[in-house]
């Protein structure tokens, strides 16, 4: 049978026609490349990414089907290590792949009757119990002796990679599912994620590298990172005070701003919610990791929320929960009459029908369940990152600032993104540091977007930010194979060469001894003609980079300066003079490259032959990897 068509069809039929279009787009562009072809003698790892909470998990089960129809017929789907999850994927699975043996964890025997008439999928959290025993298992039919595995791991960057790995040691779970890797002659192991940055910094000795990477876009009505964080700053954000978090926690008067006005904006979303045939409106605190902190919090609404049901007949409530409807009326034009509104809330505070919920690793599951129906507030931290969707989230208040904030944890845990919602009734709360961090994460996240779409294979991806803002856990990067470089910092080749020097002197040409605007892609095509005799110059490296900065504005210009006629010694250890330098350092945002002509004095070193010297500057205060 054709399985995929079968599956396009439910999706055609339960879903909508616009999702199985871009379903089918994904198999269409991956498959006759790299699963039509496959060798069936290596291990192939590969990368999906889509944004995060954007559908990735229909666009998995395409491929899976895809692949059923090349002749695969062992699924492995790796879920994180979470019993809930695994069982939402198991469910998930059962529902959407029914022309598929559909096994739990503890399914071998269906497995074994099964007996390969159905491909077979088994869905697994990445447990080191649970997945040496499907080791076991798998080791012990022959099912996998002649056919390959398809292995979809959810999440990989989460908890697939070696976290030893400068230890000189293989972490627990990255040794499991390499083992269940080896229980075929050959696989397709791939990665999906919507925060790719520790598996693009994998080096190809991990055996983690992806081989191929594929974007798929966000359906209609997405709310992405452009929405929440695109210059200029969105109506939907509003800043707090970057003191308010710690003084929610210190004072026992409860803030004016901030938190207050957040409540009040989720109470009257609610409402035009609720009145519109809506089941569900949700309000997220995020606002530490620390679990008392979370308690603080939710005591500090409940004690609001009652002060509110005492004064609802006062004017002075009234007039509150009227500036932040005229504020939501900014952007939802067509939201009912205040009246009808606040009538609406009174009745759900004063009946107690606003629900608070405690999100956390100590709190029970059975307890915090019930935010898929009703009004709630939902505090949490530790425990709010992937897999955890909250329907219908409105209004987010977040402050959670870490000592040394990183990327993907950060917007992992924000939880903003998705499909359910209101557009125009949402609305952020957050300080102005979080918001530049944000928006700094997004700027790279659309960086990294359209290097892999601009590349035939998009496997060679550089990325940056700012100081102080790490890509990931530093546990998962080989501290011996990812190269740092810093923006603001001179680089150049000791002992360069020059691959076509009559290439360079005309490109340099037009250009005097002076300061001029250049787009990038012209100074690519200066570091293209250079090499070093020590290995110390990496052109590919830092073309990589400017490509980078080119992915998000193809009109990108940086500083050229030219210099002629300089008798400088070889391998001195410095190169610009200091009126140079000085002249470089005014340009700090914007690339810098300083091309010297030396003259090539053999009382200084050289061979007696002019050559070209790049010098380069990368813009601002960022931090720029590039891994093996």
Same mark, same amino acid.
């Given at each position: 049978?054709?399985?995929?068509e ?5 999706i055609?039929e ?8 871009a379903i089918k787009?994904t198999t269409e562009?991956?498959?006759p490349q790299?699963i039509?072809n ?5 291990h ?27 002749g695969?017929?062992?699924f492995?789907?790796l879920?994180t290590?979470n019993?809930i999850?695994?069982q939402q ?11 598929f043996c559909?096994c ?5 025997l269906?497995?074994s009757?099964n007996?390969l ?21 798998l080791?012990s ?32 779970i990255?040794?499991?599912?390499e083992a269940?890797?080896?229980t075929?002659s050959?696989s397709?192991?791939?990665?999906v994620?919507g925060?790719?940055?520790s598996?693009l ?15 798929f ?7 992405g ?6 210059e200029?700053v ?7 005070d ?5 003084d929610?926690i ?5 803030p004016?701003?901030?938190l207050k ?6 109470l ?5 919610i609720l ?7 949700n ?15 939710a ?19 009234r007039e509150?929960?009227f500036?932040m ?5 900014t ?8 009246d009808?509104?606040?009538r609406?809330?009174g ?11 405690l999100?956390?690793?100590i709190s029970?599951? /059975?307890?915090n369940v019930? &935010?898929?129906? @009703?009004i709630?507030v939902i ?8 897999g +955890? #969707?909250?329907?219908?989230l ?12 990183q990327?993907d ?8 993104f998705g499909y359910?919602?209101?557009?125009d009734?949402m609305?952020v ?6 918001y530049?961090?944000?928006?700094d994460?997004?700027?790279?996240n659309?960086?990294?977007i359209h290097?892999?779409e601009n590349?035939?294979n998009g496997? /060679?991806?550089?990325i940056? &930010?700012?100081? @102080?803002?790490n890509?990931t856990r530093?546990?998962v990067i080989?501290r011996k194979? +990812? #190269? ?7 680089y150049?080749?000791?002992?360069p060469?020059?691959?076509n020097l009559?290439?360079?002197?005309k490109l340099?040409?037009?250009f005097e001894s002076?300061?001029y605007s ?24 830092f ?11 193809p009109?990108e210009?940086?500083?050229l300066?030219v210099?002629?006629?300089?008798d400088i010694?070889k ?18 945002d914007q690339?810098?490259l300083t ?6 004095n053999?009382?200084?070193?050289w ?5 070209w010297?790049?010098n380069?500057?990368?813009p601002?205060?960022?931090i720029?990897?590039s891994?093996?």
């Amino acid at each position: 049978m054709n399985y995929l068509e079968s599956y396009l069809s439910r999706i055609r039929e339960h879903k909508n026609s616009a999702l199985a279009d871009a379903i089918k787009k994904t198999t269409e562009d991956i498959v006759p490349q790299y699963i039509s072809n496959f060798s069936f003698k290596e291990h192939v790892v590969s990368l999906l990414v889509g944004d995060v909470q954007s559908g990735k998990t229909s666009h998995m089960f395409g491929l899976m089907c895809a692949a059923a129809d090349e002749g695969f017929v062992n699924f492995i789907l790796l879920t994180t290590d979470n019993i809930i999850l695994q069982q939402q994927t198991y469910k998930r699975a059962v529902n959407d792949l029914c022309d598929f043996c559909v096994c739990d964890e503890n399914d071998y025997l269906k497995l074994s009757q099964n007996n390969l008439r159905k491909p077979a999928v088994i869905v697994l959290k990445k447990n080191t119990s649970v997945l040496k025993q499907w080791k076991n298992n798998l080791a012990s039919t022959n099912f996998c002796v002649g056919n390959p595995l398809f292995i979809v791991d959810d999440e990989a960057d989460a908890a697939s990679l070696n976290t030893q790995v400068n230890k000189n040691r293989q972490s627990t779970i990255n040794r499991d599912l390499e083992a269940i890797k080896k229980t075929s002659s050959s696989s397709i192991y791939m990665q999906v994620t919507g925060t790719p940055q520790s598996i693009l910094l994998q080096t190809r000795k991990s055996g983690w590298k992806p081989y191929f990477i594929y974007y798929f876009k966000p359906g209609k009505g997405y709310l992405g990172g452009d929405f929440f964080f695109k210059e200029p700053v969105s109506k939907q954000i509003i800043f707090t005070d970057d003191t308010e978090a710690t003084d929610i926690i210190s004072d026992d008067e409860f803030p004016e701003n901030g938190l207050k006005n957040a409540l009040v904006t989720h109470l009257i979303s609610s409402a035009q919610i609720l009145l519109n045939s809506g089941d569900v409106c949700n309000f997220l605190i995020h606002p530490s990791v620390k679990i008392v902190q979370h308690s603080i919090f939710a005591s500090k609404i409940g004690n609001y929320l009652n002060e509110i049901a005492h004064s609802w007949n006062e004017d002075e409530t009234r007039e509150a929960f009227f500036r932040m409807y005229e504020s939501l009326k900014t952007t939802k034009s067509d939201i009912l009459k205040f009246d009808e509104i606040y009538r609406f809330i009174g009745e759900q505070v004063q009946n107690d029908r606003i629900r608070i919920l405690l999100l956390n690793s100590i709190s029970s599951y /059975d307890q915090n369940v019930q &935010y898929d129906k @009703g009004i709630n507030v939902i505090v949490g931290g530790n425990s709010l990152g992937r897999g +955890v #969707t909250f329907p219908q989230l409105q209004t987010i208040y977040y402050c959670r600032v870490a000592k040394s904030p990183q990327a993907d944890t950060m917007w992992q845990h924000a939880r903003l993104f998705g499909y359910d919602r209101d557009a125009d009734l949402m609305r952020v709360y957050m300080p102005p540091k979080l918001y530049k961090l944000f928006s700094d994460i997004n700027r790279t996240n659309n960086s990294i977007i359209h290097q892999i779409e601009n590349k035939s294979n998009g496997t /060679d991806i550089k990325i940056f &930010y700012p100081q @102080g803002l790490n890509p990931t856990r530093k546990n998962v990067i080989d501290r011996k194979a +990812v #190269t740092i470089y810093s923006g603001g910092v001179n680089y150049f080749p000791c002992c360069p060469l020059n691959k076509n020097l009559a290439n360079l002197d005309k490109l340099l040409r037009p250009f005097e001894s002076d300061v001029y605007s250049v787009n990038l892609k012209f100074m690519i095509k200066l570091l293209d003609n250079i090499d070093s005799e020590l290995g110390d110059w990496k052109s590919d490296v830092f073309i990589s980079f400017l490509n980078t900065l080119l992915a998000s504005n193809p009109s990108e210009q940086g500083k050229l300066i030219v210099r002629r006629n300089r008798d400088i010694g070889k391998s001195t250890g410095t190169l610009l003079s200091e009126t140079d330098r000085l002249l470089g350092n005014q340009y700090q945002d914007q690339t810098v490259l300083t091309m010297y002509k030396i003259t090539g004095n053999q009382d200084k070193g050289w061979d007696g032959r002019q050559i070209w010297i790049p010098n380069l500057k990368l813009p601002g205060t960022c931090i720029y990897y590039s891994g093996e």
